[in-house]
């Protein structure tokens, strides 16, 4: 088999490892990147240069929301691998992000769950 063969799988097309689209990087700890984190892309007049096919794509899928779970399976790469892309893109001020609120006093109480289960269980 040739070098460039092995490169390549007739299901899956060129094969790239994760660790060459990041350059070996892992997701950074300032931003906390969660699987319903949503991304929205700023709004720029052109589209930026020197980014990675990866980071391009990224931009143009999130002109609206999207978590970084639905990033992972429309790109098509690791979650890991758009944690640390998306953070780059936070880096250069071309996404924004908005994570979930945990606040306590938010979640709703015991008793509105059992009367939701307690519905679901009767259909």
């Known amino acids: 088999m040739s070098g460039d063969e092995s490169w390549y799988d007739e299901a ?3 094969l790239v490892r994760p660790y060459t689209i990041t350059s070996g990087r892992t997701p950074a700890g300032t ?3 969660d699987l319903s984190t949503q991304v929205m892309t700023l709004r720029s007049e052109q589209e930026p240069a020197g980014l990675g096919p990866e980071h391009v794509a990224i ?13 992972a399976v429309y790109v098509k790469i690791p979650l890991g691998v758009v944690r640390v ?3 780059d893109l936070i880096e250069r001020g071309l996404v924004i992000t908005r994570s979930p609120a945990h606040n306590p006093a938010q979640a709703p109480d015991l008793e509105t769950l059992q009367a939701v289960l307690d519905g679901l269980i009767k259909y």
């Open 12 to 14: 899956a097309g060129p």
């Open 31 to 33: 931003a906390r990147l």
């Open 59 to 71: 931009v143009q899928l999130c002109r609206h929301p999207v978590s970084i779970a639905e990033i």
């Open 85 to 87: 892309l998306v953070g």
